[in-house]
């Protein structure tokens, strides 16, 4: 595992952008960026740990940006190429270069700005939540925090570098947090709208496809013979498969699709989670025929419709019964402080001289204290990221470590866990949810947009 997997954890440190209804932690959403294109690899810039300070700065480097007052500098870009470049590796159509050190230009601006945003607001984040996010990290890849960072020094990254890369997104998403999320608001209408919507007004049902896939490449700008043999073999292709040959076989031979290994096999999913393309296409095909060659920016596709169900749109979700004791922070009691407090109340509750419920209704700061801390029964996507995957790596009567999120610091016990089918009121709620994870990134488009605009940038040419 190299740096790659690890940049491909810290993308849950961009969920930590997300709107919190009350002290719980309540959460409805993602606001990552929305980068048009190479969205993958620009959208979350915690999957690319910026550049080392200005006294890194290599001798054959210059300033190719000015943002207010802090430069942008050459290296900087071409060291975030790089790392993107890495990512999209083995990917069909790469972008061209020089578009590319476009977009991570403008990304670093973006980035600059937010940041000295962050100072003159006065948003600090802690050595606690930058430890704790580098744990997180760690454990969503599986590995110690030791084993991490030995693996990440095989790329040139010490955990000092590490860490001042996640203090920064900490403190884009904490900027992010105070300055997007109470510009969205969901009314009930809205969700019940959204909810239909998503249902296609044809109540809890949806129709399930599994698409056997071939993709013939084309590279950008081909000459026309090219274009015209790929065309030709994609036709002999799709040929084969209406004749009865083995789709599988020809996917395996010829397809530059990343299913290649399955046989051309897509997976079972709802029918609009496939391209356009591929669902207008097939909409009138019985299961077993083909249709293609399809002409798309990727090349041609010759698709094969392998199976087809109706399945509940409403499946059983996990819900979780926790509770928590939460103490904010203020100038008289830091994040450690609180932390410390915290794993107090812990050791005592698993040394049997105290009681959790009893605890959080002396200390805890938030309203379920008077019900000793408890949540009640939540369904996914209700408390922010930080929170909700703390308590998802919980067994029923464990407790957490302090954890530290945008209203404190919570201790948590996981009481029980259930499947259910979501009932009107929670599918309304879920509704609301995946609606605020819209509408959060479409604000936080528009807030970023209107912080750039306010900036001044001076580009400046290669000397």
């Known amino acids: 595992m190299n740096h790659r997997v690890f940049a491909l954890g810290l ?18 959403a993602l606001a990552g960026s929305s980068t048009p294109s190479l969205s993958r690899a620009l959208a979350a810039p915690v999957a690319l740990p910026a550049t080392a300070a200005s006294a890194d700065v290599r001798p054959a480097d210059y300033i190719v940006a000015v943002v207010n ?15 993107i470049a890495q990512q999209l590796a083995g990917q069909p159509n790469p972008p061209p270069l020089a578009r590319l050190e476009r977009e991570v230009l403008e990304r670093l601006i973006l980035e600059k700005i937010q940041l000295q945003q962050a100072a003159q607001s006065g948003i600090r984040v802690d050595d606690l939540a930058v430890a ?76 399930e496809i599994n698409l056997g896939h071939v993709l013939i490449a084309v590279p950008e700008n081909p000459t026309p013979e090219g274009l015209a043999q790929r065309q030709a073999l994609a036709q002999q292709i799709a040929d084969q498969a209406r004749a009865g040959a083995d789709f599988a076989a020809l996917a395996r031979e010829h397809s530059a699709g990343p299913e290649r290994a399955q046989g051309g096999l897509m997976g079972l999913r709802p029918a609009e989670r ?14 077993g025929g083909v249709t293609g060659p399809l002409r798309s920016a990727a090349g ?15 499946p059983p979700i996990t819900q979780s019964n926790a509770r928590h004791i939460l103490l904010r922070i203020t100038p008289q009691l830091s994040e450690a402080a609180a932390a410390a407090r915290l794993a107090d109340y812990r050791r005592r509750v698993l040394a049997g001289q105290a009681d959790f419920a009893d605890l959080a209704r002396t200390h805890s700061q938030d309203g379920s204290a008077k019900e000793g801390g408890d949540l009640g029964w939540s369904t996914p996507g209700r408390y922010v990221p930080e929170f909700e995957a703390v308590l998802n790596a919980l067994q029923p009567g464990e407790i957490s470590q302090p954890l530290v999120s945008r209203f404190g610091v919570h201790l948590i016990q996981l009481m ?48």
């Open 11 to 28: 993308a849950c440190l961009a969920a930590f952008a997300t709107s919190g209804a009350s002290a719980q932690g309540l959460r409805p």
């Open 69 to 83: 007052s802090e430069p942008v500098t050459y290296n900087e870009v071409q060291t975030r190429v790089a790392r």
């Open 132 to 207: 704790q996010a580098e744990q997180m990290v760690a454990s969503q890849n599986s590995v110690s925090r030791e084993e991490m960072h030995r693996r990440l020094a095989a790329d040139g990254i010490t955990p000092e570098r590490f860490r001042q890369d996640l203090r920064r997104q900490l403190l884009q998403q904490r900027l992010r947090e105070r300055e997007v999320d109470g510009r969205v608001r969901v009314t009930d209408l809205e969700a019940d709208a959204y909810l239909r919507e998503q249902t296609g007004g044809q109540g809890a049902t949806a129709t």
């Open 274 to 287: 496939y391209p356009e393309l591929f669902s207008a296409a097939i909409q009138n095909l019985p299961v």
């Open 300 to 314: 041609f596709h010759i698709l094969k419709l392998v199976d087809k169900a109706s399945t509940s749109k409403l």
């Open 416 to 463: 029980e866990r259930r499947q259910v089918q979501p009932n009107p009121r929670e599918q309304r709620e879920m509704a609301r949810y995946a609606l605020r994870e819209k509408k959060i990134e479409e604000a936080y488009n528009l807030w970023a947009q209107e912080l750039r605009a306010r900036a001044y940038v001076e580009y400046r040419d290669a000397p």
